[in-house]
């Protein structure tokens, strides 16, 4: 038998009606119902999406890392995040004041930089530190010299 026979065999058996009947749905008519509802629900998806901060920042700002300049495309947008510069998530103003755009791994490397900044002096940073030290090592300096004397 020729590989053509064969492939003739093949495609006899493809196209067979009893093949072709399990392959095709039963119900040729959509129900536009389900797609309306459908369509309905991808649009309120989408307005959700356009309430959020992220996406008002990413339509506000160039696809940009505000840290190492990186750029991004559709391809690799989810790599570009949002950041609080007061840290603050509930502060979200229109204007978007208090965002800027950056890579995870600047981003990463930011909050990293306040936890350090933290353990070093006990208190977040952007908190408010304390008025200063109340230890004063030369406080009685001049008392102790004044005895040599």
Same mark, same amino acid.
């Given at each position: 038998m020729s590989v053509l026979q064969r492939c003739d065999q093949v495609v006899? %058996? %493809?196209a067979s009606p009893t093949n072709l009947h399990n392959a095709m749905p039963v119900n040729k008519t959509p129900d536009h119902a389900k797609l309306d509802r459908i369509v309905a629900e991808a649009r309120r998806n989408a307005a959700e999406r356009e309430l959020s901060y992220r996406e008002r920042a990413l339509k506000l700002y160039p696809w940009v890392c505000g840290r190492c300049a990186r750029e991004f495309t559709h391809a690799n947008l989810q790599q570009l995040t949002v950041h609080h510069r007061d840290h603050n998530h509930s502060n979200n103003a229109?204007?978007?004041?208090?965002?800027e755009l950056l890579c995870i791994y600047c981003h990463e490397n930011e909050h990293a930089r306040q936890l350090d900044a933290a353990g070093r002096t006990g208190v977040p940073s952007g908190a408010g530190l304390a008025a200063g030290s109340t230890f004063q090592p030369f406080a009685d300096l001049k008392s102790l010299l004044g005895k040599k004397s």
């Open positions: 006899k %058996i %493809i229109a204007d978007g004041s208090n965002w």
